[in-house]
């Protein structure tokens, strides 16, 4: 468009260009002749500025270039998950009858590097500059499953967690034991009614491998499976090899310790909401603290994350379950998991779950943003299906340092602190009934917070202890 305009505007400076001696003669003898023509050659002089600006000052600007570099198997400068390092983990298992703990999450990845050398302008030195820029893409993968059968691996059977072998049950779904279509082989529900694998399920198995995604949240149930698994292993004398994946919460830990009296499904150990630790580490700490029934202890083997520290930045390839769809989902589900003990929507039924809370109760003016949960997959009867609901949209919040309970606090406030606002659940979610006295008595965020501090120190040091990765 900007190219157009300069031709049509070129085009009239050559005409009033070659006009201008005609129109100079025919106004010889006008009153107006002075005025005329003084203004005809500026305007004349205008419009060549217009065109020749942008030629002129296009020798001086800079473009921005960006050359893409698609390199593939580059040298591992990413966080190698313990589950692509087949040659430190195969000879364990060779000759041996298996068992695994396995969801969509338990993949070994075949990265590919894409590398962009782009050129910006430094404010500081008002210079241009080029700078290389490294993305990793993790598109491509296998399932661990199938890789172990292609490196011919005696797999007896696969135990599935909460949202199936497939991830894509909702929460809380009761599991059936299945047939894995693809291989043929047996899928035993590890969630429901069958939350520990039976003494006559571990008969056939000589080592258990568990590779499952964690958040890092004490009430997401993985850390519970890995507890009942690690119990059922502990007491069949079976090896539990454990193939460590990235925690994408682990650089802080907050909340409170969960209680004794409110021990759970989603919540069976003294440790705050935000744990700090992959899954290896905590089953270290399992062991170590003997948190198995009667002090039991499981003998584990580990591997470990390559390239990876508590700094480290980690984005999940795959969800992690079927409502926590992306990396800000993730990093919020500490903090609006609380909602699920509430009358209010934490985004279910919608694209934007764990992103996002309200109810249609809640004021207009204090939260205009709208959304109207529907049936999808991972929520196939959410919470206020199909009605029209008021909240808050959390999608471009920074990544949290901390829990954040203001939310949580200011709904409760906004729907006139009623009786019925915290159910049952969210002292489980909780771990202990203080949270809920806290808020109902008007407590802040900071003034909340401060009953946890010693307890948190508590827990960071026994935790470190147990930790794999600085």
């Known amino acids: ?53 942008p030629i002129s000052c296009k020798g001086q600007e800079k473009n921005f270039k960006v050359e893409t570099v698609f390199e593939e198997n580059t040298p591992a400068t990413y966080p190698n998950v313990g589950a692509n390092q087949t040659s430190n983990y195969l000879k ?36 241009y500059k080029q700078k290389q820029v490294q993305q990793w893409n993790f598109s491509k993968h296998t399932h661990l499953i199938d890789s ?53 399920q ?3 198995i000589d080592v258990m491998i568990f590779d499952i995604q964690d958040v890092g949240a004490r009430f997401y149930t993985y850390i519970s499976t890995l507890h009942y698994v690690m119990e059922a292993c502990a007491e069949a004398g079976i090896t539990l090899l454990i193939l460590d994946r990235p925690n994408p919460n682990i650089h802080y830990i907050d909340g409170p310790i969960l209680e004794e009296p409110y021990k759970s499904f989603v919540g069976l150990h ?29 003998n584990i083997e580990i591997i470990k994350v390559e390239n990876y520290n508590r700094t480290t930045p980690y984005s999940l390839p795959i969800k992690p379950s079927p409502n926590l769809p992306n990396d800000q989902a993730i990093h919020l589900y500490p903090s609006l998991c609380f ?60 990544k949290l340092n901390h829990l954040n309970l203001e939310w949580l606090i200011e709904a409760y406030e906004a729907t006139g602190k009623m009786n019925s606002f915290f159910t049952p659940f969210f002292t489980k979610l909780a771990g202990t009934k203080k949270l809920q006295e806290q808020i109902e008595s008007g407590f802040t965020y900071r003034e909340i917070r401060a009953t946890w501090l010693n307890d948190l120190k508590e827990y960071d040091a026994m935790r470190k202890t147990y930790l794999l990765y600085e």
């Open 1 to 53: 468009m900007a190219v157009m305009a300069i031709f049509i505007i070129g085009a009239d400076i050559l005409l009033l260009w070659s006009l201008e001696p005609i129109i100079r003669f025919a106004m010889k003898n006008s009153k107006f002749n002075i005025l005329l023509l003084f203004r005809l050659k500026n305007t004349i002089l205008f419009l060549m500025g217009i065109v020749f600006l």
């Open 339 to 398: 909602f699920e003990g509430t009358p209010l929507s934490e985004g279910r039924g919608t694209e934007m779950q764990f992103q996002i809370f309200g109810a249609p109760n809640l004021p207009k003016n204090l939260y205009p943003f709208t959304f109207t949960p529907q049936p999808k997959e991972g929520a196939k009867n959410p919470k206020f299906n199909g009605q029209l609901c008021y909240g808050k949209d959390l999608r471009t919040e920074e």
């Open 148 to 200: 172990l059968l292609s490196h011919n691996i005696n797999i007896t059977k696969v135990f599935a967690p909460e949202h199936g072998f497939r991830g894509s049950a909702d929460a809380g779904e009761i599991i059936k034991d299945d047939k894995d279509t693809k291989t043929g082989l047996p899928i035993i529900s590890i969630y429901g009614n069958n939350k520990k694998p039976t003494a006559a």
């Open 92 to 127: 364990l298992l060779r000759n041996k009858k298996v068992g695994v703990v396995a969801n969509q999450t338990s993949v070994i990845f075949n990265p590919q590097s894409f590398i962009y050398k782009q050129e910006y302008y430094d404010q500081e030195t008002k210079t």
């Open 270 to 298: 003294p440790v705050p909401v935000v744990h700090g630790m992959t899954i290896a580490e905590y089953a270290q700490m399992i062991n170590g603290e003997k948190w198995l029934e009667n002090g039991k202890q499981c």
């Open 202 to 204: 571990m008969q056939d």
